[in-house]
Structures are given as structure tokens and as C-alpha cells.
């Protein structure tokens, strides 16, 4: 047995070394992936503490105030923007077709605003016209 282990210590030392760094990098990776979902779950709070404020500057836009009476935030498809901000998206009212898509951003006052929003067609008709 110990000749065994003479002859093949240099590729057993070389084994050793491949799998502890085989374990760093996967280790590192998990902590990458923990990291990120950390800072997803940061962002989807930041939109649920600014629900409301988020609704109401929609609200606020086109001619027929206070048409949206809810939104429904789809939290799985938050992201981070490299620009600044967290982009969302979602829809108004229950309805898939009323979709929203905006961006939550903190301005120079340290207050939030919603720095870009788009509306689906069918939205942008209801809250200029007010069809139902």
C-alpha cells in the first residue's frame, strides 16, 4: 500500500488541488446566486412599500383621473436598471390586457419618483378617454 501511494502522491496532491478549487468555484457561484436573490427580494419590497404611490401617479396621468383602481405588480419580473431604479411591470385592474411597465427611482431630493412609464394600448385609451 505505501508503494502505491509513493508512486501516485504527485497525481493524488494534483487531485486535491483540482477539487478544493472545484469547490471554491462552486461556492462562490451559490454566494453569487444567494446575493442576487437577497437583492431582488430588497427591490420587490421597495415596489410594495410604494404601491400605493405608484398607483396614484398613474392615476394622475391622462384625462380620466382615478381610473385604475388597482395594480397588480408582477414581482418576478422586477430588475434592477443599470441606469438607476427599479423597473416593473404590470397590470390594472385584473385585467392582463391593461398592462403598466415603469421606473421607481429616487430623484436628487431622496425622494421617489417614477422616472419612465408606458401603458399598453388598450390602457392608454381608457385613461385618455375613459372607456370602460
Known sequence: MLRWVKRYK???????IVLVMIGLIIGGIHLEEQRQAEFKQEMNQELREHKQFIMDTFNSMGSNKNFIKSITIEYGQTEHNPMGGIDFYGYVDYDKRLTVYGNLDKNQNDKFD???SSFSD???IKLDKGYD
Open 10 to 16: 504527485r497525481w493524488l496532491i494534483i487531485s486535491g
Open 114 to 116: 417614477i422616472g419612465v
Open 122 to 124: 388598450e390602457l392608454n
